[in-house]
């Protein structure tokens, strides 16, 4: 009598009808780009575990600081490259054909590098990766857009953004299977790149239909449609791009506690997993503008608190302050992403993934190089200054479009509200 009468009734307070409402309309939304996104996550959990590897084997193989510096350099080099070329091969050979190949040379990249430990091939062969990847970006955001809608883009953006940040650091943890001075990790980098083409190019779901119009990159385009987005693109490129570099030379400054700078960078990678979908959901009810000023907004006050008071946080304060910071600062990304496209015409949706992934990679190469001027001048905490001002300055711009273009209705942000409105009522 207890399973049958107290069961039902437990359940519903631990998962209650909102929130299985909110499941179902999340299934709903993410079931068309579904083997997309597995192929994503196997994709990046490889990325992840080889981003993590490389350093480390370079240093154990004596490689200098510069010449380690140098490789993440040509990789956003390469990087930017793919961003520029990507729109032209996507359009002549389509979206399956291009996401395969470029697989099979990312998954090559590995296991070259195991084989030969030389120092100026690792540059070419990181080019190689920092192209290929860019151009696996551009096929997977402009996929993702032609499968959603202004109703859903939002948190399809985010549900993307979730796994990227979550397999990433799965894929970082990867590096305790097994010694990085043996090529296994590297033949387990390679395979996880070259697995996740099977869910892509084995999918009975619908694929992107080829364009009539030629794809070419075009930033006065971008920003002509979206401005807010493409800047939005650039502000996280600039903010998380110092953060990637230098959050553990800001942490190393003040603690000798090693296990401190795995902890703190792990608080912002959940923090920022936590963040994605609640911000991608509100997006997708509201203006996109108002998540983005108030993920900008916090942003500017945890990067505030943090520069002011890093030297009296207790652990615990710092690590829930990294936590925030990541919830709203990796979210800007994904919602600038989908505000973008809301405004954009079918065919334009790989010039416009083409484009903000070019904004996010120069803001990602220019922040690392900016912001140990101001962690010279302002302490260790300068990095949060700097990343503080940067979204300080967007918080603004997004206030000027407000009275330059005021908010108008959209009636098509209604699929999420209408979901769980009806539970509500």
Known sequence: SFSVYCLPRCCKIVWPPIAQESLKAMIRVLSPVGPLLLGVAILLTGQGLQGTLLPVRASLEGFSTLSIGLMGGAYFFGF?????????LVWKVGHIRVFAAMTAAASAAPLLHGLWMYDWVWWLLRLVSGYCFAVLYVVIESWLNEQSTNETRGSVFSAYTLITLTVLA??????????????????LASALVSIAALPVVLSVAPSPQPTEH???????????????????CLVAGFANGAFWALAPVFIVSFSDDVSLVAWFMTAAVLGGAA????????????????????????????GVVIWLFVGELSRISLL???????????????????????????HEYVMISSGLLLMYGIGAIVGPFIAPGIMALAGPGGLYLFAAVIHLLFFGYIIVRFILRPTVADESHGQFSEALASVQT
């Open 80 to 88: 930017t490259l793919g961003c520029l070329r990507g729109p032209s």
């Open 320 to 346: 829930l302050l990294s936590a925030v910071w990541g919830a709203v600062a990796f979210p800007i990304y994904s919602v600038a992403v989908a505000h973008a496209n809301d405004a954009a015409e079918p």
């Open 214 to 232: 030629k794809v070419r990159l075009d930033v006065r385009r971008l920003f002509r449609i979206s401005p807010a987005g493409a800047l939005g």
């Open 170 to 187: 799965a894929g970082q943890q990867m590096l305790l299977l097994y010694d990085p001075n043996d090529l296994a990790l590297f033949a």
């Open 275 to 302: 963040g994605q979908w609640p911000l991608g959901l509100w997006s997708d009810r509201v203006d996109r503008r108002w998540v983005l000023g108030f993920a900008a907004m916090v942003g500017v006050l945890v």
